[in-house]
């Protein structure tokens, strides 16, 4: 049994924690560190619950905090070579990220959080490369205390080997970033439209919607849609289209995927509650 707590989720900062009980994972570092021990003491928790921090990339909403969390908290950051090479020259986290680098090599690894737990429970994590606006953008599938975890966030498109983990996940996080009409029609620059909607930006919430219909079983136990856009998206609008997708897919002629699929929007500047996979 996992717990997954996402504390901040949107282009204001992203963070993700889970936890078996025992140890601890924060995906991302995009919230300051009081703003982490708050919310973890609203859990009963502290920064001990967690002992290493997995990066998907280099950009500011991810990353902002991951000085502070090297230098006031003392965690090793997990990253791959191409990541901890770009994060050893960026001005937020060059100064202390060089004593907590972690390489995640191609191969799935067994990341050790506690010398006291048997190698067999240790989190399994692999991660595969996305096509976003980055030095390197990566999503991560984790398997751990009989729960196989899907996060990626952050893409611009949905590849054919995101597919294949989110086939095999029971828990899936998937961004649906942004409202094709609703970006279109804003008030961005046009530049900065296509920058996220051509392919190395942001997915939209059709895009997360055709990859739901792609990549759903009967064993996806909860769907979280993550990084919703704060001008061109409403969780409404997220929430309706990937459940129309879950909608269209039939069971056994009685339920639909819609059925059987917990299906949530993660808050964008705050917490969501605590929940059990």
């Not at 924690?17 to 703003?35: C, E, H, M, Q, Y």
């Not at 995640?104 to 989190?123: F, N, S």
């Amino acid at each position: 049994m996992l717990k997954f707590l996402s504390l901040s989720s949107g282009s204001c900062g992203n963070c993700y924690f889970l936890s078996d009980g025992k140890s601890g994972l924060l995906i991302d570092a995009g919230v300051t560190v009081r703003r982490l021990k708050k919310t973890l003491m609203e859990h009963g928790l502290d920064t001990d619950s967690f002992q290493a921090v997995l990066v998907t990339h280099d950009h500011l909403d991810h990353i902002r905090h991951l000085g502070s969390y090297c230098k006031h908290l003392g965690k090793p950051v997990y990253a791959t070579a191409v990541l901890h090479e770009a994060l050893s020259h960026h001005t937020f986290t060059q100064t202390h990220i060089a004593s907590y680098r972690r390489i995640l090599p191609a191969v799935p690894v067994r990341v050790r959080l506690r010398d006291d737990v048997p190698e067999e429970d240790l989190p399994l994590v692999s991660h595969f490369v996305v096509p976003h606006d980055a030095t390197q953008t990566v999503g991560y599938f984790i398997e751990w205390s009989s729960v196989s975890f899907f996060l990626m966030t952050d893409a611009g498109r949905v590849t054919d080997e995101a597919i294949e983990y989110a086939r095999k996940a029971d828990t899936v996080v998937i961004e649906s970033n942004y409202d094709p009409g609703m970006l279109i029609g804003g008030p961005y620059p046009h530049d900065l439209k296509m920058r996220i909607c051509q392919g190395n930006g942001h997915l939209s919430n059709d895009e997360c919607a055709s990859a739901i219909r792609r990549f759903w079983h009967p064993g996806l136990k909860n769907l979280f849609l993550c990084h919703l856009s704060e001008n061109n998206n409403t969780p409404s609008l997220a929430f309706a289209s990937a459940a129309e997708a879950l909608r269209s897919i039939s069971v056994d002629g009685r339920l639909t995927a819609k059925d059987i699929t917990n299906l949530q929007t993660l808050p964008r500047t705050h917490a969501s509650q605590m929940f059990t996979l």
